[in-house]
């Protein structure tokens, strides 16, 4: 929530952010412009993160439960494009209703649009490696990308709580992973279940597009090509 954080920790995420969404911006401009047949899909991946993530529950002081409908963008895009799509995302929800807020701008992207995913990518090679199907590796791969997100909240909130009162960093990280565990569990499991319906809905209309996923690199600094 806006004003939360300690503004150290503000400057610390943005700082952390910016090459990731710098990376991103340029990755996707080269996609937008040397593969137009894939804005659609670019699109739908912007629009699974914005509806799953507004739908947001009461969680802990100064945060919220909510889905992060990462799993497709970074399964087909990578780390960079999903954190600018998370980013704008960010924007808008603060801008329109009043989530999140620009202040923690940075941590928010972080944790939802770069560190989450980033997981969520590095399962997904593996679960795929061992030919796993799209279905249950999109499950998965969304299931631990959003689990993943409220780690990293959970751990930002405490870094903030740490430094600014001088709390203890293993009881206060086990009170934000308590309280966030009881709503994010179920809502990341009902995450993964419809994004993996998507997943194998996309898998018999548009084949190709998995040649991408299971190519794309996990390095989000890795030239196109």
Not at 23 to 32: A, Q, V
Not at 198 to 220: C, E, H, K
Request: with cysteine.
């Amino acid at each position: 929530m806006e004003g939360y954080l300690d503004p150290m920790w503000c400057i610390i995420w943005f700082i952390v952010m910016i090459p990731f969404f710098a990376f991103g911006l340029k990755k996707l401009l080269f996609i937008l412009r040397e593969h137009p047949d894939q804005k659609m899909i670019v699109a739908l991946s912007g629009a699974f993160i914005f509806l799953l993530s507004s739908l947001k529950l009461p969680s802990v002081t100064g945060s919220s439960s909510h889905p992060t409908g990462t799993g497709i963008a970074v399964v087909f895009y990578g780390v960079g494009v999903c954190s600018v799509l998370a980013t704008i995302v960010l924007v808008f929800q603060a801008l329109l209703i009043a989530h999140g807020g620009f202040t923690t701008l940075g941590a928010n992207c972080v944790s939802m649009g770069i560190i989450g995913p980033l997981v969520g990518l590095l399962v997904w090679k593996i679960m795929r490696k061992t030919n796993a199907g799209v279905f249950i590796s999109m499950l998965v791969t969304a299931f631990i990308a959003d689990l993943m997100t409220y780690v990293v909240t959970a751990i930002q909130m405490t870094l903030n709580v740490v430094t600014t009162n001088g709390a203890d960093f293993g009881s206060a990280f086990v009170d934000f992973m308590s309280v966030y565990a009881a709503t994010q569990v179920p809502l990341a499991i009902i995450e993964g279940l419809v994004l993996a319906m998507f997943a194998q809905y996309l898998y018999t209309s548009r084949p190709d597009v998995f040649q991408i996923a299971d190519s794309n690199p996990v390095n989000p600094f890795a030239k196109e090509e």
